[in-house]
């Protein structure tokens, strides 16, 4: 007898769709997987085989041949186990065929036939949508996250059992009303940072058109507490984000068991040990690395020339393209990696260079080959950079008075607001993200202004890319300001914060 099930593995952050046909035939008994199955797929065999006896239903005593089409697309994890055992049970006729059509399954069986959750089932879901089938049958710590699609069907079970018995009898569990989603991080309030206004003023316009931003300064200058709260002033994900971002976090085996959509925007700082492989993504199955679990959100490198160099070099695509593109023999998958950088670093390796109170014990060839780390070309493509002034005393007395997050939270939810009506008909939604022929086109700015970047940007050495930065800066600062043109002042602010370029322009001079 020959079924055929409906089932599907995730490549990159897409679901691909397999069908699990299964035949049996006489010979001796076993239990054969074709279709490029991975070590994890050809045991599933072994956990089938006992959950079906543990589920109380008979396991043929004949030969048993899986195929797993497409045959040429690779298949691991533990995503067929479910749908290999429902095909073994309509081959035995202890489930009708009829009652599987139309229906995706997915899930790992353990020996005792519980059903356990598997990774990347929104992407499953949102692939049962696309092709048009009634729904998923899943177990119930997957259910939520599948739920998240709209429109589609969801059927839990906690055991092969209950499946079998539900599928007989057409009686399934009513699901649950509104899923229940994770709570909101919550953040570091902005008002805890004393001082910085500089700083703070330029973390807002990076949050207001979803900048790169680099901060320069001593230890002990609020770098890192700026850094964390930024997450805290931007707006909440989109529907369309909160899928892609849902997605990623599901895929990495990140995403809380019973948890839905995802809405704060994420917060990823790894450590500068990690490999290229862990900030990029990549290994011999590609999974996401930080760039791409940072989708959505912020990606924050402190010290970041402690990274190694051809490290660092590995941020360049994801930064200028928003994707990530990983090549196999067997496969090319892309992760999404839009996301805001958020750089710190000290004036050299001991951290007090320039300090007025601590002596710097650092030779100038260790300072050099300190910030030869972050290269010229990688330097350009971040948009703004600031560096930060050690703190008055003073300033530590009493308790801190600075906005909260939610005042300045407003300002830039606004600025996004006017950004989006801008470029909604783009895949865009910042000023960052805008192609550069349409920022110049819809941020018009009056030949004078214009001159005046020019001037700028020659008498600092800048290179054209850096231009563009700038007129992006000052098309953030105008929406900041509620203007449709970008002015003088809004191009000054904006030279305000090529700190760095200032600063090797002074020194070549």
């Known amino acids: 007898m020959l079924a055929k099930i409906e089932s599907a593995a995730v490549v990159g952050v897409e679901g691909q769709r397999v069908d699990v046909e299964v035949q049996t035939s006489q010979g001796l008994p076993q239990m054969d997987i074709v279709g490029l199955p991975e070590m994890s797929v050809r045991e599933s065999r072994v956990r089938v085989r006992s959950a079906i006896r543990h589920a109380g239903l008979r396991f043929p005593k004949a030969r048993v041949i899986v195929n797993l089409a497409p045959a040429d697309l690779r298949k691991e994890g533990t995503y067929l186990d479910l749908p290999i055992a429902l095909g073994v049970l309509v081959c035995t006729e202890d489930v009708r065929a009829d009652d599987l059509r139309g229906w995706l399954a997915v899930g790992e069986l353990a020996l005792s036939g519980q059903v356990r959750p598997v990774r990347g089932v929104l992407a499953i879901a949102e692939l049962a949508q696309g ?4 729904g998923v049958i899943c177990c119930p710590a997957n259910a939520t996250e ?28 009513t699901p649950p009303v509104g899923g229940a989603s994770p709570k909101k991080s919550i953040h570091p309030c902005w008002s805890d940072v004393r001082g910085q206004e500089v700083a703070k003023r330029a973390m807002e316009v990076a949050a207001a058109g979803g900048h790169n931003i680099v901060m320069g300064g001593t230890p002990g200058t609020g770098k890192t507490m700026l850094a964390r709260r930024l997450p805290g002033i931007l707006p909440e994900l989109t529907q369309a984000e909160a899928l892609t971002v849902t997605k990623v976090h599901s895929i990495a085996g990140l995403l809380p068991r019973d948890a839905g959509l995802l809405r704060s925007r994420p917060f990823r700082a790894p450590h500068h040990t990690g490999s290229a492989t862990s900030l990029v993504g990549g290994g011999g199955i590609p999974r996401p690395g930080e760039v791409s679990l940072a989708h959505g959100g912020v990606l924050f490198l402190d010290e970041v020339p402690e990274f190694p160099r051809s490290v660092i070099e590995t941020l360049r695509q994801p930064i200028e393209d928003g994707f990530v593109t990983i ?24 951290g007090w260079a320039g300090s007025s109170v601590h002596p710097c014990r650092c030779t100038d060839v260790q300072r050099q080959r300190y910030e030869n780390r972050l290269s010229g070309p990688l330097l350009d493509r971040i948009d703004i950079q600031v560096e930060l002034e050690p703190l008055p005393p003073a300033l530590l007395r009493g308790r801190a008075q600075g906005e909260r997050s939610q005042v300045v939270r407003q300002r830039v939810v606004q600025a996004r607001a006017r950004q989006q009506a801008r470029y909604g008909d783009l895949n865009a939604s910042t000023n960052a993200a805008a192609p550069m022929a349409v920022v110049r086109k819809r941020c018009p700015m009056k030949p004078e202004v214009h001159d005046t970047l020019l001037q ?14 700038i007129w992006r800066v000052a098309a953030t600062v105008a929406d900041l300001d509620g203007s449709d043109t970008v002015a003088i002042q809004h191009i000054a602010e904006a030279l305000q914060y090529r700190r760095f370029d200032r600063k090797a322009a002074a020194y070549v001079a």
């Open 131 to 134: 092709l048009g089938l009634k």
């Open 146 to 173: 599948a739920r998240a699609v709209p429109g589609i069907d969801v059927r839990e079970a906690a055991t092969l059992a209950d499946l079998v018995a539900a599928l007989r009898s057409g009686d399934w569990p």
């Open 456 to 469: 700028a940007i020659g008498r600092f050495g800048l290179s054209p890319r850096a231009h563009d930065r």
């Open 327 to 350: 090549a196999r023999s067997r496969q090319v998958v892309r992760f999404p990696s839009r996301f805001m950088l958020v750089a710190a670093l000290n004036p050299c390796p001991c």
